[in-house]
């Protein structure tokens, strides 16, 4: 059995006592993920205390090692992670065990792999499910799976702050919290935990936004244009790629 990826310490002080094994006394607004969990109570843990040990994760080892692990205290509560973790540890699969949705393959903080899928309909490597329905006129549509609308709606919401001179524009907490879903679609990881993770660096963010809008795509799609009605196309220069290498996955 694999030792967790991710876990979560709750001192013991701050609810009186252990928790219970019904987590009634864990933080409210962190209850919803631990529906799901492995947990152990009245252990070691980075406060240098005793109290709960607590991952989402299950079917998994967990322990207090802080030469494996690394712990950033989060207000009451502390994050920690394995130092040799892999972005597999918290990959969402299919029944196939594939990855829920394809996408570009993106390093992002931390030096792992994270694939990232193109959110914004009718781009060329979009692979957001699909189905055919009918409209109230009785014409057929497409229509995208609900369970990746918000992801979608992240997307359009990232294109809509491209100005017209190609620059982007977005508050920073937005902006977060756009890449942090973005990440969550094919990954078991929150807003807190991608931070607590240190995934989010100046280069990732425009690498997610790159991969998301599926701007590699229309990079090439230009470049082609420009070539086949300049004289490029006959041994000039062309156009340097505006955004980084990234290859599809399928």
């Known amino acids: 059995m694999r030792d967790s990826a991710l876990l979560y310490y709750f001192p013991a002080a701050h609810a009186g006592g252990m928790f219970s094994d019904d987590i009634s006394a864990l933080p409210e607004?962190?209850?919803?993920?631990?529906?799901r969990r492995t947990s152990q109570q009245n252990v070691a843990g980075p406060d240098r205390g005793r109290g709960l040990l607590i991952t989402p994760q299950q079917d998994v080892l967990i322990s207090y090692n802080p030469e494996r692990q690394t712990w950033r205290k989060c207000g009451a509560h502390w994050i920690g992670y394995r130092n040799d973790y892999q972005s597999a540890d918290f990959a969402k699969r299919d029944a196939r065990g594939d990855i829920?949705?394809?996408?570009y393959a993106v390093e992002l903080g931390g030096g792992r792999m994270f694939t990232i899928p193109v959110a914004l309909a009718d781009m060329p490597n979009c692979r957001i499910?699909?189905?055919e329905t009918l409209d109230e006129t009785g014409a057929v549509?497409?229509?995208?799976?609900?369970?990746y609308q918000d992801v979608c709606l992240v997307a359009q919401m990232l294109f809509d702050h491209i100005t017209e001179d190609d620059q982007f524009q977005m508050a920073e907490d937005l902006l977060r919290r756009a890449c942090a879903q973005a990440v969550a679609v094919n990954y078991d990881l929150t807003h807190d935990e991608c931070l607590a993770l240190g995934l989010f660096t100046s280069e990732s963010y425009q690498r997610i936004i790159s991969a998301i809008l599926d701007l590699p795509a229309v990079d090439e799609i230009l470049k082609k244009k420009a070539g086949e009605a300049s004289p490029a196309a006959s041994g000039g220069k062309t156009a340097s790629p505006a955004t980084p290498s990234l290859t599809p996955t399928t």
């Not at 607004?29 to 529906?35: E, P, S, V, W």
């Not at 829920?100 to 996408?103: L, Q, Y």
């Open 141 to 147: 549509i497409r229509e995208l799976d609900p369970a």
């Open 100 to 103: 829920m949705a394809p996408g």
């Open 29 to 35: 607004g962190l209850r919803y993920r631990f529906r």
């Open 129 to 131: 499910p699909w189905r």
